[in-house]
């Protein structure tokens, strides 16, 4: 089994910078791929950014050049990261930690999920 924590949600300004934080334990040997969905009120869950325990990242379109993903995979801990930059009050939802031990990131392929964060770009 692996759980996922998350850390790192808030209120912030539009235009402001978020970093979420979502560390893996349990049985981290069986993770592939670990990334970000987030979800408004009233809306479906959807891809944020995914990246693969090789190193190779997957963004949706509409944060291509604002986030960026990165991963650390030291002894036993796996921890994945959310840079958030130019926030815009649309990216307002709560962001979930997700991870999957095959090679799909659709979310019918996720094994694991966090608790999930709140993310608030507001003025």
């Known amino acids: 089994q692996v759980q996922l924590v998350e850390s790192g949600g808030g209120l912030v300004q539009p235009g402001g910078s978020l970093r979420l934080s979502c560390a893996a334990s349990?049985?981290?040997?069986?993770?592939?791929?670990m990334g970000w969905y987030r979800q408004a009120p009233g809306k479906q869950r959807e891809l944020v950014a995914a990246i693969t325990s090789g190193g190779r990242a997957t963004y949706a379109d509409s944060m291509k050049g604002r986030f960026t993903i990165s991963r650390d995979n030291v002894k036993n801990t796996d921890t994945v990261y959310l840079q958030m930059n130019n926030l815009k009050p649309d990216d307002t939802a709560v962001y979930y930690c997700?991870?999957?031990?095959?090679?799909?990131?659709?979310?019918?392929?996720?094994?694991?999920w966090g608790q999930g964060t709140q993310v608030t770009v507001s003025s």
């Open positions: 997700a991870a999957s031990a095959g090679s799909g990131w659709a979310i019918r392929d996720i094994d694991y």
């Open positions: 349990g049985s981290i040997f069986r993770l592939n791929a």
